[in-house]
């Protein structure tokens, strides 16, 4: 995932491949980050991204801030301020938002890296924002994987489920999934620091004797804990979901149905990609992948699908939220206790914090399915 702040514009070299005796010189950091492929006596530099992704990219981000941080700060004030976290899944809806902040507050960095060419914030700065960014995308990714667990347990195991999926217990295991994020990014703190690089200022990971072990291990963390266990739980949680509304007979049946798979695509579509260029990025230190120009393609194809990534930040508010017909009800309330605020309604009765989703473990089959609305 670091590509984002490392290829983000390419290293500036106007030389796509040296052969034989050439090399950069020892001070230059792009030296770093080149990949050697001694066997071959290639080194092959990072180019610069092309024309339109340059203009592309700042576009994109600054669309994505904006719309991402209008759904995720709706989201907050609903639970903050309207339902006032009752449930397990309330607990976990609140800390998605929070990650999805997390990586959309690292947008305008990148929007400014991406139109400078150079970072212009400082060395701290660069620690910082580089494992804001990785403590969102792993908290991300985690708080969807533990609500696809919370959904398994409320519709398949209901009558067991209640006693466990209490806010007091969502709220102790958000506590684990922020400190494994915490720790999963830690490499990221270390090693990102600033750089010279060609005379332009840059924020690069910089590895222990410029050992690409490091980099490698890196991108198979993410690999692991940012998709395949993820993948795996999701896969085994909505498989069991889907067979257990098969037993259901009723008209909300297929609705549920399409949401999930529709929770299952987005993640899909959003983070696959991603993972398997890391893991081709992987290959390519390794020297597996020893061709000049398909490293050239492949530092694009990091930045297309991280910013493809950066996408379900600004979906997730409308899949895991707005979709459920008790958490738009409280949009509704809310939106029209603000605009009668704004105009002196008197009258105005009280909002009632009511929950709406009063199910009990007895519920019935069909009674189940009701309750994958606010669930899903």
């Given at each position: 995932m670091e590509q984002n702040l490392t290829y983000l514009l390419g290293s500036g070299n106007s030389e796509d491949m040296?052969?034989?005796?050439?090399?950069?010189?020892?001070?230059?950091?792009?030296?770093?980050?080149?990949?050697?492929y001694s066997e071959l006596h290639i080194i092959c530099y990072p180019e610069s991204i092309p024309a339109f992704a340059s203009t592309l990219f700042p576009v994109?981000?600054?669309?994505?801030?904006?719309?991402?941080?209008?759904?995720?700060?709706?989201?907050?004030?609903?639970?903050?301020?309207?339902?006032?976290?009752?449930?397990?899944?309330?607990?976990?809806l609140l800390n998605l938002a929070v990650s999805d902040l997390l990586l959309v507050f690292s947008l305008p960095f990148l929007v400014q890296y991406s139109i400078m060419s150079q970072w212009t914030f400082g060395n701290a700065l660069c620690k910082i924002i580089s494992s804001i960014y990785f403590i969102g995308f792993y908290s991300n990714v985690f708080f969807i994987t533990i609500m696809s667990i919370d959904r398994y347990l409320a519709?398949?195991?209901?009558?067991?489920?209640?006693?466990?999926?209490?806010?007091?217990?969502?709220?102790?295991?958000?506590m684990v999934v922020w400190a494994v994020a915490i720790l999963a990014s830690m490499p990221d703190f270390l090693f990102f620091?600033?750089?010279?690089?060609?005379?332009?200022?840059?924020?690069?990971?910089?590895?222990?004797g410029g050992n690409n072990g490091w980099k490698i291990l890196c991108n198979f963390i993410v690999n692991i804990l940012g998709w395949l266990i993820p993948v795996g739980v999701l896969i085994f949680c909505y498989c069991s979901i889907l067979k257990n509304l098969q037993k259901?007979?009723?008209?909300?049946?297929?609705?549920?149905?399409?949401?999930?798979?529709?929770?299952?695509?987005?993640?899909?579509?959003?983070?696959?990609?991603?993972?398997?260029?890391?893991?081709?990025?992987?290959?390519?230190?390794?020297?597996?992948?020893?061709?000049?120009?398909?490293?050239?393609?492949?530092?694009?194809?990091?930045?297309?699908?991280?910013?493809?990534?950066?996408v379900h930040c600004c979906l997730n508010p409308v899949i895991y939220a707005f979709v459920g017909v008790k958490f738009r009800k409280y949009v509704r309330e809310a939106f029209k206790k603000s605009a009668c605020f704004l105009v002196n309604c008197k009258y105005y009765r009280a909002f009632s914090g009511h929950s709406l989703d009063r199910h009990s473990s007895q519920n019935t089959k069909s009674s189940q399915l009701s309750f994958v609305g606010p669930v899903l």
């Open positions: 040296l052969v034989g005796s050439t090399s950069p010189t020892p001070n230059s950091s792009a030296y770093e980050y080149a990949f050697d994109l981000y600054s669309l994505l801030f904006v719309t991402g941080l209008m759904g995720n700060a709706l989201v907050l004030w609903i639970l903050t301020v309207f339902i006032r976290i009752k449930t397990m899944t309330d607990v976990y519709i398949v195991h209901s009558h067991h489920a209640q006693g466990i999926r209490t806010a007091a217990r969502g709220v102790l295991s958000s620091q600033e750089v010279n690089d060609n005379d332009q200022i840059k924020c690069l990971p910089h590895y222990p259901c007979h009723t008209k909300d049946k297929y609705k549920a149905i399409k949401l999930v798979f529709t929770v299952v695509i987005v993640f899909f579509l959003s983070w696959t990609p991603v993972n398997i260029v890391l893991f081709l990025d992987s290959l390519r230190n390794m020297s597996i992948i020893n061709d000049c120009q398909t490293s050239h393609r492949l530092d694009l194809a990091i930045e297309l699908t991280e910013a493809l990534s950066f």
